[in-house]
């Protein structure tokens, strides 16, 4: 075993209205002097998650959280420790944020092109950062059929007015009927070009031709083409693509881990008529495995915008799905 520290830690991803994120320097008298973090604390032995963040952001900010959301379980290796990193989403507060350890506050958004200017960012808050942009919705395609293209866009169109903001193009059908169709790809084409119109995001699924991921703002890999993807996928994606995967279980979630996924969708949680023979997982052993992930989760299998608030509460960032999300 590690002979480094293993310290727990309650961490306050504070949000405002306009989806900007708290963060504040750290104190002169703590390791890691004037870089940034988000603010949050040690979780004290026999003190519950929730009950050590709002102890911590009372003391170190005067702020009473009143609406705190599990949201990413992260283990993060330092050089002379580990840190066990439970960051929760805080919506709503009492008081206003107001340092009370010398340390300075700022509001970053994650849409931002550029890091804080203020000053350092510790190497675990990054991939907050890179989270926090995902929306909670993630909409899979389903055309079926190159006569079906015209609905299929009419129907994604009116969904990306509707803000969904994250996309799957996923043509299991297409692609085995038709492997390498060149309508498929000039579907896929249009599909990103109208996400684009959005400012929203395409993921190409690993069923089709990785020739065609250039098109794309990432990869989704399915679970069981993960064995057969390079262990380098993730360095061979550009810095701004998303990589995420599916998963169903713990060895996928390891799978997930050392691809580098982004973010992984987790499923089926309810029954679903696109698996009727296969047992749903409940939200128990969603909640349970999502605490493995370490990145943010999305629930899918009989998810819709009324059992978003539901997956959010058992540790999912959001939502993904294809007749209910369109």
């Known amino acids: 075993m590690s002979s480094k520290p293993y310290v727990r830690v309650a961490v306050g991803v504070i949000l405002r209205a306009d989806g900007a994120v708290l963060l504040g320097s750290r104190p002169t008298d703590k390791p890691w002097a004037y870089w940034w973090e988000l603010p949050g604390g040690k979780i004290e032995p026999n003190e519950q998650v929730t009950e050590a963040l709002i102890r911590e952001l009372q003391e170190e900010i005067a702020i009473t959280a009143t609406q705190v959301t599990p949201w990413v379980r992260y283990v993060h290796h330092y050089p002379k420790s580990t840190v066990e990193l439970h960051f929760c989403q805080v919506t709503a507060w009492e008081g206003e944020p107001n340092p009370q350890e010398n340390q300075r506050l700022a509001w970053y958004h994650p849409h931002q092109p550029t890091p804080l200017a203020i000053g350092p960012i510790l190497p675990a808050t990054f991939p907050v950062l890179k989270w926090l942009s995902l929306p909670d919705r993630y909409a899979l395609s389903q055309l079926g059929d190159p006569a079906d293209l015209n609905h299929w866009l009419e129907r994604l169109e009116h969904a ?167």
Not at 204 to 211: A, T
């Open 160 to 326: 990306l007015q509707q803000g969904l903001r994250l996309v799957q193009f996923r043509e299991p059908a297409w692609e085995n009927a038709h492997p390498n169709s060149p309508a498929l790809f000039q579907a896929l084409k249009q599909t990103v070009a109208l996400c684009q119109r959005y400012q929203a995001r395409c993921l190409l699924n690993s069923v089709h031709p990785l020739e065609w991921l250039p098109e794309c703002d990432g990869l989704h890999v399915r679970s069981h083409d993960a064995t057969l993807l390079p262990p380098n996928l993730r360095t061979q994606l550009d810095s701004s693509q998303l990589l995420a995967m599916s998963v169903h279980s713990g060895a996928d979630l390891q799978l997930a881990q050392r691809l580098q996924t982004d973010f992984v969708v987790l499923g089926h949680v309810l029954d679903t008529p696109s698996h009727p023979d296969q047992p749903a997982l409940g939200w128990h052993a969603f909640s349970e495995l999502a605490a493995q992930a370490g990145r943010p989760v999305y629930a899918i299998g009989g998810q819709s915008l009324s059992t978003l608030a539901q997956a959010q509460q058992h540790g999912a960032h959001g939502i993904a799905g294809i007749r209910q999300l369109l």
